[in-house]
């Protein structure tokens, strides 16, 4: 079964820090560009970073621009996504999800979709 099992979410004060993972079962993810989202209650789902699939090209949301870094490890199957300087506005549940070309700005042209982990950045 091809999925992503997303994960390190939490509770975090402002400007705090979270890395999230995002595991790859049942494909080789070499074979795919992925990006991180995140959906905020009321609010559509929204691209948050994207990563080529040699992980030598790395694109962000304005947002989130100088606080967030993705990365990729290939041979672990996994993707990970280092948040710092967290924000209240970064709440929301954040998923990967896999591209085969490259790096769309169009979210529906993503598959493989997690279940998602909640960041809630509250003091």
């Known amino acids: 079964q091809l999925q992503f099992v997303e994960s390190g979410g939490g509770l975090v004060q402002p400007g705090g820090s979270l890395r999230l993972s995002c595991a790859a079962s049942g494909f080789t993810l070499a074979d795919y560009v992925i990006g991180w989202f995140r959906q905020a209650p009321g609010k559509e789902r929204e691209g948050v970073s994207c990563?080529?699939?040699?992980?030598?090209?790395?694109k962000y949301v304005d947002s989130v621009k100088g606080r967030f870094t993705i990365s990729r490890d290939n041979a672990k199957k996994t993707v990970y996504l280092q948040m710092n300087s967290l924000k209240p506005e970064d709440t929301a549940v954040y998923y990967c999800a896999a591209h085969r070309y490259y790096c769309s700005g169009y979210v529906p042209e993503f598959e493989y979709w997690g279940q998602g982990t909640q960041v809630t950045v509250s003091s």
């Open positions: 990563i080529s699939k040699s992980g030598g090209f790395t």
